[in-house]
């Protein structure tokens, strides 16, 4: 059995460690309406793996709830990840399966499956408290982001309603009510995105000759083939 970190993610960690602000990767998913695919951008905020097996390392992003990536992915979680990384001429392109996590008692809880550590991480892993921390760690005005309405919903009111919106929300003190309606709004719509790898394909541009390989996994094993670039 596989006991180490697979090749794709120590390259990406050494890519990472070298150009950490490179964090920007592009995520694609399928309206279940629709066959065209949509993308976005997304901020990587970091990896999640078992500590007694690091062969499984889980992708952590964050989203607004009330997005519709969300309906998308919870439909059909088979979404592809693009990384591109300039400082290191590398290119990420990662298959796998999305698990959307909000607040413990949103409605769209009961979508994720993997409350009790079935993505590999144990059955004491707290995805809540996961979320908290995350949530605590985003800056003041991604925080306040989470307050304004419907993302992609109609602008009521135009360009003046929105200089209503709050601009920064810090952790409220005691006996703040309306900051702690905000916070708690806010917290309210925000959720994960773990993305579970499966399929990796890994473009080095920087060697000459390019190097092109494709990595999958199978169990806790990950097979790996090279590829004419």
């Known amino acids: 059995m596989q006991m180490t970190a697979p090749r794709w993610k120590a390259a990406l960690d050494k890519a990472l460690a070298a150009h950490s602000k490179e964090t920007v990767i592009q995520l694609a998913s399928i309206d279940p309406s629709t066959p065209v695919p949509h993308v976005r951008s997304l901020i990587f905020r970091s990896f999640v793996s078992p500590i ?6 889980l992708l952590l992003a964050t989203t607004d709830i009330r997005t519709p990536k969300t309906a998308q992915m919870i439909a059909n979680p088979n979404v592809q990840v693009v ?98 309606r905000l916070w708690d709004m806010s917290l309210s719509n925000f959720a994960l995105v773990v993305i579970e790898p499966q399929d990796i394909d890994y473009v080095e541009l920087e060697p000459i000759p390019n190097r092109r390989t494709r990595f999958w996994r199978a169990g806790n094993v990950w097979n790996e083939e090279a590829l004419v670039p």
């Open 52 to 57: 007694d097996n690091p062969s499984h390392p």
């Open 83 to 180: 990384w591109w990384i300039s400082g290191a001429q590398e290119q990420y392109r990662i298959a796998g399966r999305a698990h959307i996590i909000p607040a413990r008692g949103h409605t769209l809880h009961k979508h994720f499956m993997h409350p009790v550590g079935a993505l590999g991480l144990g059955a004491n892993f707290d995805w809540e408290e996961k979320r908290i921390e995350v949530f605590k760690s985003m800056s003041p005005m991604m925080k306040a982001s989470w307050c304004r309405p419907v993302p992609g919903s109609h602008l009521e009111g135009g360009p003046d309603e929105a200089k209503k919106w709050p601009v920064k929300l810090e952790e409220p003190k005691a006996g703040d009510e309306e900051g702690k």
